[in-house]
């Protein structure tokens, strides 16, 4: 199991999140600045627009102002000028409408040059006034051409609603012209063309609002989108980084386990030695014994300690020095049955009642008979001796498509979960003969195979093993 101070020191990947994080706030800053670009573009065009068809109204009210009412009314009355001369004022008027009939204006007023006062305008209250023109009325007496844009009850900002009106004034000076001839002539007064432009900006305005929330939705979108994918990520990581710290602790304990074999298969290879000397020797000092005294049984004691000590050294270079298996095709159930009638006399001294429940197609499967046989006599030992004064014990056998499973159940108490915990580490054992190497050997003989092995409690009571093995199918 992992430390859990392990597991706090695993650090997720930030990085990226804090990259997402800023990355989106500045996406999302940048498509509202576009937004003000394109808006403010789109703003310059239409004030360039607007001020160039103003222009080119006064141009063509110049010429239809100066042939039919400056000339005819300066042959009929001698002068241009008469504020309260009815005849003047609807003849000048129904020019000006004539002229301007298919053009889109909000009014016209007419300044003259002298005294700043409006003879002419689309409001007949404003006929008379003085002083109205201002600045750009006198850059047009200087021949210069001038717009200003007057915006009304709003205001003109980034996330605000259009102003409520939104005029542009421009002011063309009104000049006398000469036939024939490109030249043009004095200044004779000052035209003032008002445009309602209010409509035109409340769509640039909408037109900014949708890219806004446009913008907002996809970045929204994308937020959620790159914060899943992140997470994801984050999840990954830390996984990978559990695994790693995991298959680090596993390495270590791998290394630890080899040079423990190596340390356990040298000693015992350099103890084996003599105890074969003393085995064949006490063999000798038995026979001789036996002539002489036939009641001596100190000779039997030897032999039957080194027969168990060289068993438990055997376990130790079994678990060293794994045997690679020699596979061949065998079968499962005559291996069980091997095993069976090796503990026969076992089984009927200590009363123990063998269930086989074997399914009727048992394939053959590659592997190696005697290591199998070693694995599982190991198994039924250990529920023989979980149940000293005698049980049941159930082998089950059944293949599902490429895979044979081996299930063993006794009736004995089972294994205590602080042991179940426990039981693969070598060396570790709850019986006071043993060397705790058993189970971990059968392991490693089942693995080897390309096998898995689970040993957990029965649903009632007793422990189950559940052995499984590849089947090659022809």
């Not at 003047?88 to 204006?105: A, E, G, I, P, Y």
């Not at 004095?186 to 806004?212: C, K, N």
């Not at 038995?286 to 300690?305: M, S």
Request: net charge positive.
């Amino acid at each position: 199991m992992m430390d859990p101070k392990d597991i706090e020191r695993i650090k997720p990947f930030k990085l990226v999140k804090y990259f997402t994080f800023t990355s989106l706030i500045v996406i999302l800053l940048g498509s509202l600045a576009l937004s003000m670009v394109i808006a403010h573009r789109a703003e310059t065009m239409l004030l360039k627009k607007s001020e160039d068809y103003a222009l080119l109204m006064a141009e063509n009210l110049n010429h239809q102002v100066f042939l039919q009412f400056i000339i005819p009314a300066a042959l009929q009355f001698g002068q241009v000028i008469q504020l309260r001369n009815k005849v003047l004022f609807d003849r000048l008027d129904q020019v000006v409408r004539n002229t301007l009939h298919s053009f889109s204006v909000d009014t016209v007023n007419i300044f003259d040059r002298e005294q700043n006062v409006i003879f002419y305008s689309f409001d007949k209250k404003l006929v008379g006034r003085k002083g109205l023109g201002g600045i750009d009325y006198k850059q047009a007496l200087l021949g210069k051409s001038r717009s200003r844009l007057i915006r009304r009850g709003g205001f003109w900002g980034i996330l605000f609603r259009a102003p409520r009106e939104s005029k542009l004034r421009t002011y063309v000076p009104l000049r006398a012209e000469k036939p024939l001839s490109n030249i043009e002539g004095p200044i004779l007064g000052v035209f003032e063309i008002v445009q309602d432009l209010s409509e035109d900006y409340r769509t640039i305005i909408h037109f900014r609002h949708r890219i806004i929330v446009t913008s907002v939705v996809i970045m929204g979108l994308l937020f959620f989108i790159l914060r899943h994918v992140v997470k994801r990520g984050e999840q990954i990581i830390e996984k990978r980084a559990q695994e790693r710290l995991l298959l680090k602790e596993k390495l270590s304990h791998a290394k630890r386990l080899a040079s423990l074999g190596e340390m356990v298969a040298g000693i015992s290879h350099e103890i084996r030695n003599p105890l074969g000397i003393v085995s064949s020797t006490a063999e000798l000092l038995k026979q001789k014994l036996a002539r002489t005294y036939p009641e001596a049984r100190l000779a039997d004691v030897i032999v039957q300690e080194a027969n168990r000590l060289n068993s438990i050294v055997t376990d130790f270079l079994n678990f060293a020095r794994p045997q690679a298996p020699n596979l061949m095709p065998c079968k499962a159930d005559e291996v069980i049955e091997r095993n069976l009638a090796f503990l026969a006399l076992e089984i009927h001294k200590n009363g123990y009642e063998i269930n086989r429940r074997f399914a009727d197609d048992i394939p053959e499967i590659k592997a190696d008979p005697g290591l199998l046989y070693q694995a599982f006599l190991n198994i039924l030992m250990n529920a023989m001796q979980a149940m000293p004064e005698g049980g049941a014990i159930y082998i089950e056998l059944s293949a599902h498509g490429n895979t044979l499973t081996i299930l063993f159940s006794d009736e004995g108490p089972g294994i205590p979960d602080e042991t179940l915990n426990k039981i693969w580490e070598p060396f570790f054992t709850t019986k006071d003969k043993g060397s705790g190497l058993g189970l971990p050997i059968v392991k490693k003989i089942i693995e080897g195979h390309g096998g898995t092995i689970e040993i957990q409690n029965g649903p009632e009571k007793g422990a189950q093993v559940t052995v499984t093995l590849p089947v090659e199918r022809g």
